[in-house]
């Protein structure tokens, strides 16, 4: 008999509940988000609701201008956060973001099986490229994005090769023989590559319940590829159903091509939402939290991601996709570039329509703005549509976390597209894979 397909559910850590005014909230415990105590409460939270793994974003800069009135996107390092979450929880996953361009792999083969370790098998790496932050490692200019990716293969390659340098089963811990290791058991691994020479091999042993599961995020051609041939997640932006369609198939395609099974990866759009008690309530909360959006700031979204500047088009008028010839070739994300220019070629929206598309305010993240019977039903025509295997969860305030608990999760519990209690305590069982 065929087990029914469950969603499979991760929160992101990044507190997109507090962008904009949301920090202002009463209940936003923004005075905490530099302390644990603010991601332990949800952690704790989320796992009373069986989600699969909570997804910390990381970036490695801090963009000083949005600090004026938003915390904006830095923080906590992501491996440290996870491991004192890891000390109050026992079964939710913790997927960890780590840079192949600016850290070591030597560094983060070790950080991410220490976690591995404490936490009984619940990491998750989350591999990025990056677009952000080559000023902060002596790094300019940044590389270009073949150069990331070529690094991020031979990269992800090592960390492989190192987490099986030292196999769990090479420990022996007898005390009457006093043999504490096999040392046989335990390799070098010799890497000599185009960007690593690293002997190994790694000096924490691998955590018997089996290797971390891998996420990656960047869906250009290249992006893809790897994802496909390497990863057991994408983290992915789609901010409409056909989108996230087009995806899953052509991963599910490369996969093959790489002798992989097609549910080995798993497509895992970020759904940004705005849940209210009604429509009306969701809908303020979404004018709310863009408010303080000026059309400014859209205009500058515009040619950040594409190269593209329309500040003298007038609003109503379509943005004509013959503008698109010759720009944006050397862009910073391949992947919310072909997002954009997709829209503005399909759809010939106006300028004032673009300005508030998903793929210019919202990180080119699906968007649900209503109630959570709207949610629910909108995550299963996804779902059926074969649009996505499950999704991040990228609440917009803090009354749309606190639906997300109470409403949502137990809406898709009830109607069977999500489990109700762990069969397992380890990332990859609760991914289901084997
Ligand atoms: C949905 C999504 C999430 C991402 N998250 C991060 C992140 O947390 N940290 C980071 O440094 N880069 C992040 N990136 C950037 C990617 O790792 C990659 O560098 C970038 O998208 C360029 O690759 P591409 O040409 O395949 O799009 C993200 C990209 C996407 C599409």
């Not at 490695?60 to 938003?70: F, G, Q």
């Not at 002596?138 to 390659?157: I, N, Q």
């Amino acid at each position: 008999m065929n087990k029914k397909r469950l969603l499979c559910i991760g929160l992101s850590l990044s507190a997109t509940w507090l962008k904009g005014k949301g920090w202002q909230h009463p209940n936003s415990m923004v005075e905490h988000l530099f302390s644990t105590n603010f991601y332990v409460e949800l952690a704790k939270r989320a796992e009373m609701a069986k989600l699969d793994f909570l997804f910390k974003p990381d970036a490695l800069v801090l963009h000083i201008e949005s600090l004026d009135h938003s915390p904006g996107f830095g923080g906590l390092d992501p491996a440290i956060l996870l491991a004192s979450i890891a000390h109050e929880t026992d079964q939710i996953g913790l997927v960890s973001t780590a840079s192949t361009t600016f850290n070591p792999p030597y560094v983060v083969a070790r950080q991410l099986q220490s976690l591995h370790s404490i936490s009984n098998g619940r990491a998750g790496w989350n591999i990025v490229t990056s677009i952000d932050g080559a000023d902060n490692f002596s790094h300019l200019p940044m590389p270009s994005s073949e150069e990331r990716y070529k690094k991020a293969m031979e990269f992800t390659d090592v960390v492989r090769k190192l987490w099986e340098s030292y196999p769990n089963e090479a420990l022996l811990i007898n005390r009457t023989t006093g043999q504490f290791a096999d040392k046989e058991r335990i390799s070098s691994i010799h890497h000599e590559g185009h960007f690593f020479q690293i002997k190994g091999p790694l000096n924490v042993p691998a955590h018997p319940s089996g290797t971390i599961p891998l996420f990656q995020a960047g869906a250009s051609e290249t992006g893809r590829d790897f994802a496909a041939s390497t990863a057991d997640a994408m983290f992915a932006a789609t901010p409409d159903m056909a989108s996230g369609i087009e995806l899953r198939k052509d991963l599910r395609r490369r996969a093959c091509k790489h002798g992989r099974q097609p549910d080995e990866i798993r497509v895992l759009p970020g759904l940004y939402f705005f849940i209210g008690k009604t429509r009306d309530e969701a809908l303020e909360m979404y004018r709310e939290a863009h408010s303080h959006l000026s059309t400014a700031q859209g205009y500058a979204a515009i040619q950040s991601i594409l190269g593209l500047d329309i500040r003298h088009l007038p609003l109503d008028q379509p943005v004509p996709a013959d503008m698109l010839k010759g720009i944006g070739e050397q862009v910073r994300s391949q992947t919310h570039a072909d997002l954009l220019r997709r829209l503005i070629v399909q759809t010939q929206p106006t300028v004032r329509e673009l300005l508030s598309r998903p793929e210019v305010i919202g990180s080119a993240h699906w968007m649900i703005v209503g109630t959570a019977e709207d949610a629910q039903r909108e995550i299963t025509r996804w779902f059926e549509a074969g649009a996505l295997d499950g999704f991040i969860a990228l609440p917009g305030s803090v009354q749309s976390l606190e639906l997300f608990f109470d409403e949502l999760v137990p809406l898709l519990v009830q109607h069977d597209l999500f489990r109700n209690e762990y069969t397992g305590s380890t990332l990859r069982e609760h991914l289901g894979m084997k």
